[in-house]
């Protein structure tokens, strides 16, 4: 049987949206390793009566464990551990060694910042070793420590992890609850999954959606695979989870995505066009030469570690006299075509590419929004140019849907695709 | 009495963390603008059980209202018309009128990708045509369409606002659904709150924490203001809501703040320092060099619309020649002092200043990790310096945690206060 698990994500702040949550993602991506089935994910305020009904919907579903995240910390609105301790029909004690532990940690803080209240930083420890009585501690890695808690009576319901909300936090405190009894012995049992990712790009998701009726009429045991295709920055993604002896029935399926979207499929194990262009860039180096995307591409390209090795840099050429002194296109050219044009884009590449001395220049001008746009050129109007390696040159132009942000995060994609594509020499 | 609402977020692909959701923030900020308090999110994969489940939670939670989000495609696998109606006990049946509706939409996508293949697609409109008996329809923006059902006995639960994942799509809908007859009866009688929000750079949340306790002291009635406080790519931010006969207890909070944090409290009206950055720009211009942010700062810089007025352009320098040949940094001081260095940013600062002919210019120099750290200069290490206006210039580094994400991210919020405050003149 497989266990089942749920995530009780805690903070006004993420109800309400003004952070996103990073822990449930995460936290999702180990439970699927350990072969846990994550069911539900809920959350909710810093309101008590909110987190125990949340809690109490979790141990309805019959679910094995829960995780709770945030919550932790030192100020009277942090109730997590109290509000476990009471679901779990335990007594809140004060674990007197964790407070002095505590304290330890919080003291080179108090150093640091000598102003602060000495007083009130004792309240607050002592606040945070205040834990449900019977329940493991998770030693913390900053100041706020984990706990796992079983129901006061055996198995009357799930497990819960207590779990702090920063995720530097809660990421290596997560390994120590993995590693704890109370925690193995709600996942015994436990099915492993494979799961399996391909992308592609540059295709409508009604296509897929057509390609897996078509899967299903050839036979394939479609209901032994967990198929989710979703849309995302442009790209779609298709994700299929299944029991390791259905693996039959996901290279029949595979095998006829490869075959009916040979020209789109860009990735069979689950890679990133983003690493699949740093690992084809070794060797090469490269430099952009941005309007529209005003970085955002360069910023991309040197988001990974190592990324030193191939991009010698950009020029933001934002206004068109920039375009001109910095990236060397011709004002002339401007003039005649437009910021926004096949040959701006070119000249932007090849400017690039030559002043910064690499061997792949991308030039990137359109129109993000809100305003700016013609019947002729409306916003959304993008064009692209890489130039090189060697002889190579690709231009091509797109209209992008979507606000301002859409336009620039997707012309993004775009550029990395045909980065790709030039490094492939196709 | 206050109105209270839940949100379910559908999708596989959202439960495991693979799409972030959009929705949730955004609904629940019209919910508090229409005086609604949002009580739960709940997020499910694409299993019908597990929807029924948490439309079921949050029915037992007493919500007069509940929205959801995706799941209205025209495939199989798009559940949450049907899983609605029988939550609500309502037979599912074709509205042939919308149907037509749908179709005369799709035409068009059919023509442009003519090999799409008509039978499926119209099996996919008849699909999406079938909604729950005596539902209101929210006519769609994409090709699915929304819905307000209200439960089959009046009164016996929440009413459900259906409404597609795509956020382009939502948002207009949930317009629609608030205008609609059936979503202003499940709203009667909600109170409207006040929220503000206050913004500081520069200082660590348990001071806040003490502020708390000190406002409590002077007898500001703090169980009159619900304040809840969070961090935020570095900087603070504190929202209170309140009932609009709050308010004096609210002014006196805020008063406080505005005397203990006068050096760290940049924003008194909820305004983000990009948005003041925008404004002090009018009448100058700006341009970046950047190395180990990469474009990020002149990616956030041209983020809004507008921002051509000011941002002229911007020098990525992320290899040690670029910085020589584009920036104007002299290589005998890069080889003195190191490229993370005053002099460097200073340099880096004064030279894209001069190129680009700005009255402002910003220079980013630093160790985003996870290589490149030593006990002299370890990773988070960065130095930075805004050039002008005038004869103004301001240097200084910073110690940043977190990973190489982290460390970028957080070193243009640094640029961005360094930007405000050399253009309010302190």
Redesign the interface.
Known sequence: MTARAGIVVT???V??????DRN???L??RL?ELGVD??????????PQ?ML??LG?MA??GLDIVLTSGGLG??A?DLTAEVVGRFQGREMVLDEALERRIAEIVRPLMTR?PN??AA??EQ?TRKQATIPAGAAVLEPVGTAPGLVVAPAQKDAGPTVVVLPGPP?ELQPMFAQAVASGALRRALRGATTYRQRTLRLFGI????I??T??VVERDGVRLDRL?V?T?L?RGEI?V?TRYEPDAEDAYDAFAHIIAERHADTLFSQDGSSVDEQVAALLKGHTI??A?SC???????R???R????AY?????????D??KV??AGVSAELIERHGAVSAEVAQALAEGVRE??ATDLGVGVTGIA???GGSEEKPVGLVWLTVAGPGQASMTRSVNL?????DV?DRATTVAMHMIRRALLGS
Not at 311 to 319: E, K, L, M, W
């Open positions: 903070g006004t702040e109800l309400t949206g003004r952070v996103s449930g993602p995460w999702s991506d699927r994550l069911a539900h994910v809920s959350i909710v305020g810093d309101r909110d009904a949340a919907f309805e579903q030192p100020t609105d910042w602060l209240d009130a930083i607050g530097r409508p998701e009604s296509e959606a057509e897996l009726r967990e989710t979703c995302k993604e994700v430099a952009t941005e995307t005003g970085g955002m591409l360069a910023a390209l040197t988001d570690a190592g990324s030193s991009v010698r840099g950009a020029i933001v050429a934002y206004s006299d920039v002194a910095q002043r910064l929004g809100p305003g849907p979507g606000a301002r942000a620039r």
